[in-house]
């Protein structure tokens, strides 16, 4: 893992600084992919959580308390 990161940080040592830019979008566009997918994973597991009490006998005991 750190082999890579320090080959990302050469390259955009070498990158000319008109293209940095375009270099910070898609490093924007993939961190946003990610927290994205890690929204959508919390939210799938939050749904499954709500479905555990989701039934007849505790809203027939919730209707009465």
């Not at 910070?24 to 799938?44: A, C, N, P, R, T």
């Amino acid at each position: 893992m750190k082999a890579n990161k320090n080959l990302l940080l050469k390259l955009i040592e070498e990158i000319p600084e008109s293209q940095l830019e375009e270099v910070i979008d898609f490093i924007l566009f993939l961190k946003h992919k990610q927290d994205k997918k890690l929204l959508s994973d919390l939210v799938s597991a939050s749904e499954s959580s709500i479905d555990f009490w989701n039934n007849d006998i505790d809203d027939e005991v919730w209707n009465n308390v």
